[in-house]
């Protein structure tokens, strides 16, 4: 037996994608990864913006009160890009804390304004913030030695050295 096959229409014309990939140009708007035109249109759709394209130019609407009424694009897509920042990569890259928050066009204005010892000090990826539950019958080697030296010398004092055995023969 062979699996059914199902085709749908695109839900956005090539017209109006192309209009949203110039309007995103012409702002500086650039998609991260995972991140495409199609689901852009759709976010702005659920804020309740009409997006359509005319002449290759993108034009926008929005309701309110039952009446539609004409927006500006620019309006439109500048709040888009501050609501939800993290669809974009950053236009202004002061402050930025690792290489991957930006793409190639981040990489050089990053170089230009900062130099390359500046970006060369930069870490790959962003430390991960990491909670360590201070439980002596769960917390592991790795955890314990991760803490601070002030830290580890109090809890040492106050649990005591067989509890700290146990703590530092645990693995998992």
Same mark, same amino acid.
């Given at each position: 037996?062979?699996?059914?096959?199902? /085709?749908? +229409?695109?839900?956005?014309?090539?017209?109006?994608?192309?209009?949203?990939?110039? /309007?995103?140009?012409?702002?500086?708007?650039?998609?991260?990864?995972?991140? +495409?035109?199609?689901?852009?249109? +759709?976010?702005?759709?659920?804020?309740?913006?009409?997006?359509?394209?005319?002449?290759?130019?993108?034009?926008?609407?929005?309701?309110?009160?039952?009446?539609?009424?004409?927006?500006?694009?620019?309006?439109?897509?500048?709040?888009?890009?501050?609501?939800?920042?993290?669809?974009?990569?950053?236009?202004?890259? /002061?402050?930025?804390?690792?290489? +991957?928050?930006?793409?190639?066009?981040?990489?050089?204005?990053?170089?230009?304004?900062?130099?390359?010892?500046?970006?060369?000090?930069?870490?790959?990826?962003?430390?991960?913030?990491?909670?360590?539950?201070?439980?002596?019958?769960?917390? /592991?080697?790795?955890?314990?030695?991760?803490?601070?030296? *002030?830290?580890?010398?109090?809890?040492?004092?106050?649990?005591?050295?067989?509890?700290?055995?146990?703590?530092?023969?645990? *693995?998992?």
């Amino acid at each position: 037996m062979s699996d059914k096959i199902v /085709t749908k +229409d695109a839900a956005h014309s090539d017209e109006l994608l192309s209009a949203v990939e110039s /309007t995103l140009k012409h702002h500086n708007l650039r998609l991260k990864p995972g991140q +495409d035109l199609a689901q852009v249109v +759709d976010a702005l759709s659920a804020k309740g913006v009409k997006l359509t394209a005319e002449n290759g130019y993108l034009s926008a609407s929005q309701t309110t009160a039952g009446m539609e009424h004409a927006a500006h694009v620019n309006k439109i897509f500048e709040g888009f890009a501050k609501t939800e920042p993290d669809r974009f990569f950053p236009r202004d890259v /002061t402050g930025v804390t690792c290489r +991957d928050q930006l793409d190639q066009a981040g990489k050089v204005k990053f170089i230009a304004e900062q130099g390359l010892p500046a970006w060369e000090a930069l870490p790959q990826t962003a430390p991960r913030e990491v909670t360590v539950v201070l439980d002596k019958s769960k917390l /592991t080697r790795a955890q314990y030695l991760s803490l601070d030296r *002030t830290t580890r010398a109090q809890l040492s004092g106050q649990w005591g050295p067989e509890a700290i055995g146990r703590v530092m023969a645990r *693995t998992k």
